[in-house]
């Protein structure tokens, strides 16, 4: 029985913080990466191909659909977006736990495949918090920050579907809430089985 990763999918309204939250945890405990997506769009400035996302032309990125190659993609507006099916499983293989940045349908269709899969929702403090964070990067009219709220609320809405739930209101504290969750579920007695085998058939012997 080999050890095993565990799969995360994080999900989050626009404006919770999960990308810095989930940054800091990969940074702060080590056998954890997160998973770069497959993408039609183009590439923007400072982005870099394999880092940022693998980049591919919507013909090769159809017929990876085609051949089941993904986890789980989507459309959004024009592009398309995927998760690599055998990266994943490769990375869980060597015992390295892997996080998936998802939305809320991207966290159901993984699920729907490895049941085993850890669902982690990240909100803000308050509705006004969530305001303020949409409307402090200065870059949008009145009409873009309506939208976003109310995609806000529909993701939101979802969260009863994760296993866990972290409030993002200090950055500090929700970092600690969201390493304890994956330590929690490293220590779990499935987990050490794998681990330590060798060891609890010694000690049993």
């Known amino acids: 029985m080999s050890y095993q990763g565990t799969l995360f999918t994080v999900s989050a309204p626009s404006g919770a913080g999960k990308t810095s939250l989930v940054n800091a945890l990969v940074e702060s405990i080590g056998d954890i990466k997160v998973s770069v997506s497959h993408t039609t769009r183009a590439m923007r400035p400072g982005e870099i191909d394999g880092l940022n996302y693998h980049f591919v032309g919507h013909e090769k990125f159809l017929n990876m659909v085609s051949n089941t190659e ?3 993609h989507a459309q959004v507006f024009t592009n398309y977006y995927g998760t690599s099916k055998q990266w994943v499983a490769d990375t869980l293989a060597q015992g390295t736990d892997v996080i998936l940045e998802i939305d809320w ?5 993984v699920r729907r495949q490895i049941g085993s899969t850890v669902g982690v929702f990240i909100l803000p403090p308050s509705r006004e918090t969530l305001l303020k964070r949409l409307t402090g990067r200065g870059q949008d009219d009145e009409s873009v920050i309506k939208a976003r709220m109310a995609e806000a609320e529909s993701e939101i809405s979802h969260y009863v579907e994760a296993d866990y739930l972290v ?4 950055f500090d504290q929700a970092l600690t809430e969201f390493r304890a969750i994956v330590l929690a579920q490293r220590q779990s007695l499935e987990k050490q089985q794998q681990k ?10």
Do not use: P, V
């Open 70 to 72: 993904f986890l789980e």
């Open 105 to 109: 349908q991207g966290a159901q269709q």
């Open 167 to 170: 409030i993002n209101d200090t």
């Open 196 to 205: 330590h085998q060798n060891l609890l058939q010694e000690l049993l012997s």
